[in-house]
Nanobody
Framework: QVQLVESGGGLVQPGGSLRLSCVTS????????MGWYRQAPGKQRELVAT???????NYADSAKGRFTISRDNAKNTVYLQMNALSAEDTAVYYCNLVGTSKLSYWGQGTQVTVSS
């Protein structure tokens, strides 16, 4: 059974930083495509960033230059370092895994709120 557990969300002031973590189990993490997505109230879920098994990264325009996705295969964990946060970044952030079977798995989400 594949499981993804996110952590690291919370309340932060504009301009602040947060680091999200997603620990996975039940699959071969090292060869999975990992990603972070987010969903703001009243909006569709959108891509934030992905990282391949080779470490190749892809970012949404809104994340470029501010967010960094990384992975630690030894810990089965993917991270999202978020800097220079603004109110527009307020959303539930979800971790996603796509394995060799091409099946997609999601975590339960972690709330990020940017507010003064």
């Amino acid at each position: 059974q594949v499981q993804l557990v996110e952590s690291g969300g919370g309340l932060v002031q504009p301009g602040g930083s947060l680091r999200l973590s997603c620990v996975t189990s039940g699959t071969v993490f090292s060869i999975a495509l990992m990603g972070w997505y987010r969903q703001a109230p009243g909006k569709q879920r959108e891509l934030v960033a992905t990282i391949s098994r080779d470490g190749n990264t892809n970012y949404a325009d809104s994340a470029k230059g501010r967010f960094t996705i990384s992975r630690d295969n030894a810990k089965n964990t993917v991270y999202l370092q978020m800097n220079a946060l603004s109110a527009e970044d307020t959303a539930v952030y979800y971790c996603n895994l796509v394995g060799t079977s091409k099946l997609s798995y999601w975590g339960q989400g972690t709330q990020v709120t940017v507010s003064s």
